[in-house]
Structure formats: structure tokens, C-alpha cells
């Protein structure tokens, strides 16, 4: 029986090229207006500017916002970080975002099922708040942590094991859900089911060994917990 699911947001939520693509576009523009080599920011940000398409080892899907802060500052050493790290927070905020499916329903259908549901981002807590309003299902989290909340990013399970404190449920009976091995891990170390979804950069064959269950989105949720005895 799980009581709890606890989400990743980036590629699980929305889909993530779509969304960071743009940003990360973005991102890179700031940087060369700054002094910097935009072809070699974007080689170290694992971003193809001409096709617009992340490599699969790009730190953009799975660092935090601090962390790529510190990859993007050695761009530009003469910038100040606490200021690089609002911009980026700010660009994030306002980074239009693509859900990956009807998340409404997805969400009241947890919710009908009795579940407690939260998110855990390496994305700041401030544009993961924005970002679930604009989709129109904030009021149905009972939890939001980002990498600057007080419990650190993922891998770690800092996060999870803080949701499931809150909402006053087992660990072991939890779900993580998310589209990357930085989430599955997260998952595995707080004592949680797995459940990899196809809407980000990694594919199956990556993911399989790591979960539980892999499915195509988070709209099959449901139904692969009712086959565990949720009703």
C-alpha cells in the first residue's frame, strides 16, 4: 500500500526539453553578455545552441541551481555568484513550462486516492512554487522542496525523508517519481518505491534496473498503484 508520492519536477512534471531548452538558451546569452564564450558555456552545459537539444550527461538535467552556478561562474570568474544565482533563479521563474500531461487530473486522482503529494527539485523552491500555480495544482501539494529549502538536492534523500516527516508517513510506504537516476537514487536511499517516467532526456534501458516500474508519464500512476492494492 502507498500512501504518499513524492515527485520530481523537471522531465516528470513537464517536459523537459521543452521547458530548459530556452532557458538554458537564455542562460548562455547572459553569460556571453558578460564576457563570456557562448559556444563554450554551452559545451559545458552539454547544450546544442544550433539544434536547441541537451547531451545526455548535461548537468542542466540533474544539478542544482547553485551547482550550475559554480560550472557556469567558471565562465566568467569576474561575475558574483550570489547575483548569477538570482538571474538564473529568475529566468527559471520565468521560463515558460510545458506539462507533460493533464496534471489536474493526474493530481485529483491522487488526491481521491488518498495520497499526500509533494515535489523535490534541484531547481530553487521559489520557481518550483511558480511553476506548479501556473499549472493550476499548487493547492493540491502538500509539500514543495527545493535545493535551497534546508534538506539539499538529489541524489540525497534529504527532500523525501523531510516530505514523509511532514506528512507523517513511512518511508516505506512512499513512492518517488521522477524521469532521472539522480531521482531514483534519491528514492532508494530514503527506503521508497521507484517509479521512472519517459518525459525527460533518459531512456528505459537507463532507468529499468534503478525502479520499480518504468512507465511512459505519470498519468499511468494510478493505475500501477491500484495494482498494489490502492483503492
Not at 511532514?166 to 513512492?175: D, L, S
Request: net charge negative; proline share 4%.
Amino acid at each position: 500500500m502507498i500512501d504518499a508520492a513524492i515527485f520530481d519536477k523537471d522531465g516528470t512534471l513537464f517536459d523537459f526539453r521543452a521547458t530548459w531548452g530556452g532557458w538554458t538558451a537564455r542562460a548562455i546569452a547572459h553569460l556571453a553578455a558578460h564576457g563570456a564564450d557562448a559556444d563554450a558555456v554551452a559545451e559545458g552545459l552539454g547544450y546544442d545552441l544550433g539544434r536547441g537539444k541537451f547531451a545526455k550527461h548535461s548537468p542542466v538535467i540533474c544539478a542544482t541551481t547553485p551547482e550550475l552556478v559554480d560550472i557556469m561562474h567558471g565562465y566568467v570568474p569576474a561575475m558574483d555568484k550570489a547575483q548569477l544565482l538570482a538571474t538564473l533563479s529568475e529566468l527559471s521563474e520565468a521560463a515558460p513550462q510545458a506539462p507533460a500531461v493533464a496534471l489536474r487530473d493526474v493530481f485529483e486522482g491522487l488526491k481521491a486516492r488518498g495520497l499526500k503529494i509533494g515535489l523535490a527539485t534541484n531547481d530553487t523552491e521559489a520557481p518550483a512554487r511558480a511553476h506548479l500555480a501556473g499549472a493550476g495544482v499548487l493547492d493540491l501539494f502538500d509539500f514543495v522542496a527545493g535545493c535551497d529549502s534546508g534538506w539539499g538536492g538529489k541524489p540525497a534523500p534529504g527532500q523525501l525523508l523531510a516530505f514523509c516527516d511532514k506528512v507523517g508517513v513511512n518511508p516505506a510506504r512512499a513512492v518517488m517519481v521522477g524521469d532521472s537516476l539522480h531521482d531514483l537514487h534519491a528514492g532508494r536511499d530514503a527506503g521508497m518505491k521507484r517509479v521512472a517516467v519517459l518525459t525527460g532526456v533518459a531512456e528505459a534501458a537507463e532507468l529499468a534496473d534503478h525502479a520499480d516500474v518504468v512507465l511512459p508519464d505519470i498519468s499511468h500512476l494510478g493505475a500501477w498503484l491500484d495494482t498494489l492494492g490502492q483503492s
